[in-house]
């Protein structure tokens, strides 16, 4: 004959936990539902949150630093430079090429002449793309930059790194990553517009 089994909850802790015990047995059946009492309410992490605030605090300023410097190398000078007319462009020509990312890049070349009695150590060179129109499609100002070496393939380098003396002439290579698509194929205006001189 079975015995009848008389169930019974019993609480086991202020926090409301439960268990079944069968009768007057010493060993109790623990129960694996949910508490009943109040959760405990867990604090968030102050510390790591205020951590990756000040990283990202950072790297904007950081950003907003380097692309300020950047877009005034990329913006012409107001004032006309006087020096600059001295500084002669000439034999201009155009080439692409494919980076090693797959991606076409546009490259000018041509000679810088300096007319002028100073040596330059910086040159300003602004580039119009025009469309068919005849209007403005892209306008940049790049720094001069010098043709080190043809071989094994062709590195440039500022005009500071090798100054351009009086009655020198060098060769120089500007680099496009994107060109607008409104451009009509023809070479671009190129001028000089701003020097700084020794």
């Known amino acids: 004959m079975l015995a009848k089994h008389v169930y019974r909850w019993t609480r086991i802790n202020n926090r409301g936990g439960t268990i079944l ?44 630093f380097f692309g300020r410097r950047t877009a005034n190398e990329n913006v012409a000078p107001a004032a006309a430079d006087p020096y600059a007319a001295n500084l002669i462009v000439s034999g201009e020509a155009m080439s692409t090429a494919n980076n090693f ?49 043809r071989e094994p393939y062709i590195d440039t380098a500022p005009l500071n790194s090798a ?19 409104d451009w009509n194929m023809q070479a671009p205006e190129l001028a000089i517009v701003k020097t700084s001189t020794e």
């Open 21 to 64: 015990s069968m009768g007057n047995s010493p060993n109790p059946i623990p129960s694996f539902g949910g508490a009943a009492g109040k959760d405990e309410q867990s604090r968030p992490p102050i510390v790591p949150i205020a951590i990756g605030a000040a990283t990202v605090l950072i790297v904007i300023g950081i950003l907003m």
């Open 101 to 149: 990312a797959g991606q076409q890049v546009t490259y000018i070349e041509g000679k810088i002449t300096n007319n002028g009695s100073k040596t330059v150590n910086s040159a300003l060179l602004q580039i119009t793309f025009h469309n068919s129109l005849g209007e403005v499609a892209q306008k940049e100002t790049q720094r001069v930059m010098i043709i080190t070496t």
């Open 163 to 181: 100054p351009l003396k009086p009655g020198q002439t060098r060769e120089f290579r500007q680099t496009f990553e994107h060109v607008t698509a």
